[in-house]
């Protein structure tokens, strides 16, 4: 069965470093998320992406963050100056459509932790 | 923010007993979706639910979504030690496609 997949599981930096996480999505699939869970707190939305731009993103995705479909088949989430509150789970999502019955699929997540 | 909330936040039932775990909210969802999570990995999606009333059954667990599409309900019948986990319910409001997540059911199954 097709599935999500993410590297790395886990990455450790310093405050201040820039961290990119990758991501596969399904390959059928045209639409692209980034969703963050803070250590015991909720899944939180960052940003879809579609047709190489994106379509929405949440108070949460800053000029910090950016994302890139720099080839056919990966999709990055950029943090260009880490800051501790940024440790958490990033998990990356896809869809084959953004319409409102359709699912979203999840990866494994990465642990991001920032020291 | 639209905010879905889930009870109860922690259950903890016997082998073999029957449990159901709501999704309420004071939106409209165009779709709600059932994630179940353990620690440390992603949402591995359930079901998802787009029709007003409707109901869906994945062997003992039955998914029904609100007639007015703002809630929605996971009942387990026979409980069993591998259906503990982390039960989130996440909702898709019409004409955006980010999902709104549950505050989650914490389910244990004590054999």
């Known amino acids: 069965e097709p599935e999500v997949t993410q590297t790395p599981s886990h990455q450790v930096t310093q405050m201040g470093q820039e961290v990119i996480l990758r991501c596969v999505p399904i390959?059928?699939?045209?639409?692209f998320y980034w969703y963050r869970q803070i250590l015991g707190q909720k899944v939180e939305f960052l940003v879809s992406f579609y047709n190489n731009e994106i379509s929405e993103k949440s108070e949460i995705f800053d000029d910090q963050f950016s994302v890139e479909r720099p080839d056919g088949s990966n999709f990055t989430l950029k943090i260009r100056s880490t800051k501790l509150e940024d440790s958490a789970m990033y998990f990356c999502?896809?869809?084959?459509?953004?319409?409102?019955?359709?699912?979203?699929?999840f990866g494994p997540g990465t642990r991001l932790t920032v020291l | 923010t639209q905010l879905l909330e889930q009870s109860p936040q922690f259950l903890s039932i016997q082998e073999g007993e029957n449990l159901t775990v709501y999704c309420n909210s004071s939106?409209?969802?165009?779709?709600l979706q059932w994630y179940r999570q353990e620690p440390g990995e992603g949402p591995v999606l359930l079901v998802t639910?787009?029709?007003?009333?409707e109901v869906k059954k994945l062997k003992r667990l039955t998914f029904q979504f609100g007639d007015a599409r703002k809630d929605s309900s996971l009942h387990i019948t026979a409980a069993q030690t591998g259906d503990t986990g982390l039960y989130l319910c996440a909702g898709l409001q019409t004409g955006a496609n980010n999902l709104f997540f549950g505050t989650g059911t914490r389910l244990t199954v004590i054999p």
């Open positions: 939106s409209v969802f165009s779709s």
């Open positions: 999502a896809s869809s084959e459509e953004g319409l409102g019955g359709d699912t979203q699929y």
């Open positions: 390959s059928n699939h045209l639409y």
């Open positions: 639910v787009v029709t007003g009333g």
